[in-house]
């Protein structure tokens, strides 16, 4: 299960923001300034940020109680490598994907996409793989969101 790493006030700063980069995107005379300043990749990981800050919500808690009980009944009902099959492996994927179209500097709409799923997919890779993609993941969340909080005066 994720943590609430950053506060609700935060995450909706992060939400709002990748908003506004992603309509500057699309004015003339701004889009060569966002283009430079790699505002795509910043608004995939502001999206992942507003994403883990829903868990703090009770909306957010609630779908990643979900995720969890359906990861931890898929584990136990059906077995091991099957519970590891349903969740496990689409949550590698995605993990794979987001951070592939990160570094290759190819973000589309479906990299903001998993951004925003990936935060509690995470919670569902087991052993120390997905041990260390939660520690990752939560770092970067925390770093992204104390900036934004930080920025926007939530701190």
């Known amino acids: 299960m994720i943590d609430a790493a950053v506060s609700a006030a935060a995450g909706g700063a992060c939400a709002g923001s990748a908003a506004l980069l992603f309509y ?12 430079k300043l790699h505002t795509d990749r910043a608004q995939a990981l ?4 507003a994403s883990a800050a829903m868990v703090a919500t009770p909306a957010g ?10 990861n931890n009944w898929a584990t136990s009902s059906i077995g091991e490598w099957t519970g590891l099959i349903i969740t496990g492996f ?3 994927a995605v993990t794979f994907v987001f951070v592939n179209d990160l ?3 190819k973000v589309e709409m479906r990299t903001r996409i998993l951004g925003a799923v990936l935060p509690v997919l995470a919670s569902t890779i087991p052993g120390p793989v997905g041990e260390f993609i939660q520690t990752s993941l939560a770092w970067v969340v925390t770093t992204v969101g ?10």
């Open 61 to 70: 808690r609630w779908w990643n109680e979900t995720v969890n009980t359906v």
């Open 90 to 92: 689409p949550a590698l």
């Open 46 to 49: 502001l999206i992942a940020t």
């Open 24 to 35: 500057a995107e699309k004015l003339p005379g701004l889009n060569k300034v966002t283009n």
């Open 103 to 105: 570094v290759t500097r």
């Open 146 to 155: 104390r900036l934004v909080a930080g920025a926007f005066g939530l701190a």
